[in-house]
Each structure stands twice: as structure tokens, then as C-alpha cells.
């Protein structure tokens, strides 16, 4: 039989395609991996592939499984736990609540509205014991007390629910996150001015901090300044060092 | 040996004591001119395409799953074997982050994970449908008697004087471990998802034991692959350069047409 190949033939034939087949697999990985990586510097941002995936997730995640109908668990006051202190980013340790006010800057450039603690004390008050979690991954029950956001934007900033983003900083601008508006509206994000059944301590954002339990810690914003709703992505102090922006629960 | 002319390449030379046959019991019968083609080697398929290409494609994924598992485990890393108060071992140590270098990336080690978790995920549920669909299940799943084998298999391979049980593609041992690596992927899919959306995903956290629950059962399904992996690594090793080329190539030689010989074959080279 001419032209035909002994099995041994065949199979150092197959070992060779074989072979070169894993190799140019094990380089497509390779390859992948450095486009993936490419020009990351630790603490710094992450890479754009991995930032385009992140803006990816969130659309497929807002677009599938988002609903203000699903509410984070809730928990009875005997499992509260103490809370860690952990970042004081934008706390200056000169801070007085006696000037403080919060300014809203509503969307579509709407009049600024300024705002006192009476102005939230007025709102209707929600207490709510939840799982607050760390993107580190630890998380610990806490109960808060505060304002709706929804109910604070529908008085305050009426029409600004519709806004595509709202941003929040603290007074010096040390810190600020960005938030989606439908996960501000969602019906558990709150504007906290108590914890655990006092009001709240410095080092926890007092006189006012943002409790949204859809988002992982980095998002409840202590000590709010300023509030802008807008259509443009806000900044967002850990988005800037490599951070998931949306950082959805 | 290398002419290929010659049909009897790869059998033993004319001289080779016969009490070394590989099997004693030989299903070949008595030596003839004619018989001897019975003992021509031929190519047989080990491994289909779809099968190596899922296995291939998950290994490295599953490589970079774990290590961004680890970055971002490292930012919080409570898991240990312990008593009380004293602990043996701590997931990890100090010198196991600071000479695998995995510390301080957990933004990195977020943003990889969920980025590779598609391919993985989307290449294992492709792989369960192939399985399901192509029928090759039934090769891969445990038997009622497969429990009570893998006990033989695994005293064999530790070197025991056991009789391997028969077997098809895949021994016991394999079908338990190969069976179980797949479940273990679905599950570690499901508790990943329930601590990557705990609150829109509440009803699935809640079924797992919760959000520490899960991370915990998370961590330690990871913990199994490694350990599967280091016996997976022994086990290629110990079979041999011809069972490691046929999971790239498909293909690998054995003796003659005898298919319902239950023995390993030897190898021609």
C-alpha cells in the first residue's frame, strides 16, 4: 500500500500537529493575558480590557438583575455587630458640624439648593439593620437611621431621579463617589445621620453618610458635602485606583 | 525497528523471555507466521477533540481564577485549620503572599475574576452540555459499584497487590474524581455568583447559608482543585509520556485489535 503512513508514522505526525496545536494555544493565553495586563502598576488604575469588562458586567447586571423590588436582607437588632472604622478619607480631624450644610445641585442645571440637618430630620425616618459589606470581604451587621434618598430627591431635587448618575463628596472634596441613579432610589439607600441607635460618630461620617447596601462599602459615602445629579459618569475616588465603578451587591 | 516496511515494528525481539510477557494469560494465540500481525500496533483514539479542547482551554483559566481568587482573598483571609483558640495553619502566611507576590491587588484580582469567570464559565457549561448531549456521560459518571472499586484503584496505585477492577475509559477512581471536579466547578459558579450579587441574588446567599457562608464554601471548593490538581500532576506522571500524548494529540498506539483486553497495552516504543 503506497502513500500510506504505519501507525507510527501517523502518530509522530499526530504528536507534532498535536503539539504545535497546545503551543500556539499556550501562546493565544499568553498573549490574551498580557493584553489583559498590560501596563498595570499596583495601586494605580486597572488596565482598559479589564475596565471595558467591569463597564460590560454592569450592563448585563443592570440590565438582568437590578430591581429596587429586591431588598437586601434584613436583621433583627440583637445581631448587630460593631462596625470598624475604616478609611477617614475626607474627615478632616478640624471638621465642625456647626457649619456644615449640604449643597444639591439638581440635574439639568437646576437652582442649587442648600440644606440643613433639620431639612433631613424632617423626612420621613427609616431605621434598617443590615449586612454592611467590605469590598475587602468582611462585612458586619449594622443598624441605620436616616432619610429615604428617594424620598430626600423627590423634595429636594425634584425630576433629578431621572438623572442618569448622582455624585456625592465630602465637604473638602477629599472624597466623592458616583453613583447610578436607580441604585440611589432604591428604596434601602438611605441618608444616615444615626448608627446603632446614637448619632452618628465622627469617624463614621457624621453629621450625614450615604447607607446604599446594594453597593459595597466604598460607595456609603461618610460626611456628604455636596450632591450633583447629572448624565455624565461623576468621579469616583476608588474607581481611580483600579475599583469596579458600578461595585453593584 | 524504524523500517516501516516491516509489519512486526514494536514487537518484542525473537529472543525476549517469554515468562516477561506482559500478560500470562495472553488472549493472543500460539505463536504462527499468520498470528503475528495480530500483534501490529495501531492508532487508536484516546481523547475526542471536544474533549481535550475543554479540558485544555480550563486549565489555564482555571489557573488565573485561582490566582485572582487569591488577590482578592488576600484582602481579607480568615480561614484556617485550627482548635479553638490554636491554629495549625493559617490560609495564608505571611511568606506564602510575599513570595507569590498575590498581596495588595485586590482591585486587580476583582476586575480578572470577573472578567475570566465568562470563559470559565461559559467553557464548563459547554462542556456539560457536550457531555449530556454526546452520550460520553455514561464513561464519565460513577457506577454503584465505582465507590467500592476507587478503593481498589487508589490501593493499586499506592502500590498494593490489588487486582485493578475492569474498567472502561475510565477507572473508578476517575470516574469519582473526574465527576466530582465537574460538580465542584458548577458549585464553585454558584457560590461565586451568590457572594458577586448578594443582594439582587438574595434568595441564592440565603440558600447557601448566607453571604460567609458562601465565601467560605467558595474558598474551600478552590482548595480542592489544588489538591486535585497535585494528584491529577502525580497521576499523568506515573501513567507515562504515551497517556499525557494522547490528551494533546487524541491518539495513542496499542496492539493489534483486541478490544475487549481488559489490560493496559504496552506501548511500542
Not at chain 2, 17 to 34: M, R
Request: net charge negative.
Amino acid at each position: 500500500m503506497p502513500n500510506k503512513l504505519t501507525p507510527e508514522q501517523e502518530m509522530s505526525r499526530r504528536t507534532r500537529r498535536g503539539f504545535l496545536a497546545l503551543g500556539a494555544g499556550a501562546a493565544v493565553a499568553a498573549g490574551g493575558w498580557q493584553w489583559l495586563n498590560a501596563g498595570y502598576q499596583r495601586g494605580h488604575d486597572i488596565p482598559g480590557p479589564l475596565r471595558a469588562i467591569l463597564g460590560f458586567n454592569e450592563r448585563v447586571v443592570r440590565g438582568t438583575l437590578f430591581s429596587d423590588q429586591h431588598l437586601v436582607k434584613t436583621y433583627p437588632a440583637s445581631a448587630i455587630a460593631k462596625l470598624k472604622d475604616n478609611g477617614d478619607f475626607g474627615l478632616d480631624d478640624d471638621f465642625d458640624p456647626d457649619t456644615w450644610s449640604l449643597h444639591v445641585m439638581p440635574r439639568g442645571g437646576g437652582l442649587p439648593v442648600t440644606l440643613s440637618m433639620d431639612d433631613l430630620h424632617a423626612l420621613p425616618r427609616y431605621e434598617q439593620t443590615i449586612d454592611f459589606k467590605c469590598v475587602e470581604g468582611w462585612s458586619v451587621v449594622t443598624q441605620f437611621a436616616g432619610a429615604r434618598f428617594s424620598d430626600f430627591t423627590a423634595k429636594f431635587a425634584p425630576g433629578s431621579e431621572k438623572a442618569g448618575y448622582v455624585g456625592m463628596a465630602t465637604p473638602d472634596g477629599q472624597y466623592y463617589v458616583g453613583l447610578d441613579t436607580p441604585s440611589a432610589m432604591h428604596p434601602q439607600t438611605l441618608l444616615a445621620y444615626q448608627m446603632n441607635g446614637e448619632h452618628l460618630a465622627d469617624e463614621h461620617g457624621a453629621p450625614l453618610r450615604l447607607v446604599i447596601p446594594v453597593k459595597y462599602g466604598i460607595k456609603n459615602i461618610k460626611r456628604i458635602g455636596r450632591i450633583a445629579f447629572g448624565e455624565t459618569q461623576p468621579p469616583d475616588y476608588w474607581q481611580q485606583r483600579g475599583y469596579d465603578f458600578y461595585a453593584g451587591l | 525497528m524504524d523500517n516501516p516496511e516491516v509489519p512486526l515494528a514494536g514487537l518484542p525481539p525473537d529472543n525476549a523471555d517469554p515468562a516477561e510477557a506482559e500478560t500470562p494469560s495472553s488472549p493472543l494465540p500460539p505463536a504462527s507466521p499468520l498470528c503475528t500481525f495480530a500483534l501490529t500496533v495501531s492508532l487508536e483514539e484516546k481523547h475526542k477533540f471536544a474533549t481535550r479542547w475543554y479540558h485544555w482551554v480550563n486549565f489555564p483559566i482555571l489557573s488565573a481564577m485561582i490566582f485572582s481568587g487569591m488577590l482578592i482573598y488576600w484582602a481579607y483571609d480568615p480561614y484556617r485549620i485550627g482548635i479553638g483558640s490554636v491554629t495549625l495553619f493559617h490560609f495564608f502566611p505571611d511568606w506564602f503572599y510575599n513570595t507569590t507576590g498575590v498581596n495588595a491587588q485586590l482591585a486587580r484580582g476583582m476586575a480578572l475574576h470577573f472578567a475570566l469567570a465568562w470563559i470559565f464559565a461559559l467553557n464548563g457549561i459547554a462542556y456539560v452540555i457536550y457531555t449530556i448531549v454526546s452520550g460520553e456521560w455514561r464513561e464519565l459518571m460513577p457506577e454503584a459499584k465505582s465507590f467500592r472499586e476507587a478503593a481498589l484503584v487508589a490501593l493499586h496505585d499506592m502500590g498494593f497487590k490489588v487486582p485493578m477492577p475492569p474498567q472502561g475509559r475510565y477507572n473508578a477512581a476517575q470516574r469519582i474524581s473526574y465527576t466530582a471536579i465537574v460538580v465542584m466547578g458548577g458549585c464553585s459558579l454558584i457560590t461565586g455568583l451568590a457572594i458577586y450579587k448578594p443582594a439582587q441574588l438574595h434568595w441564592l446567599t440565603a440558600a447557601l447559608g448566607g453571604y460567609e457562608w458562601a465565601r467560605f464554601e467558595h474558598f474551600w471548593l478552590t482548595m480542592g482543585y489544588v489538591a486535585f490538581f497535585l494528584v491529577h500532576i502525580g497521576q499523568v506522571i506515573r501513567a507515562g509520556w504515551a497517556n499525557f500524548r494522547s490528551m494533546v494529540t487524541g491518539y495513542d498506539l496499542v496492539e493489534a485489535p483486541q478490544p475487549e483486553m481488559p489490560e493496559e497495552s504496552v506501548h511500542a516504543e
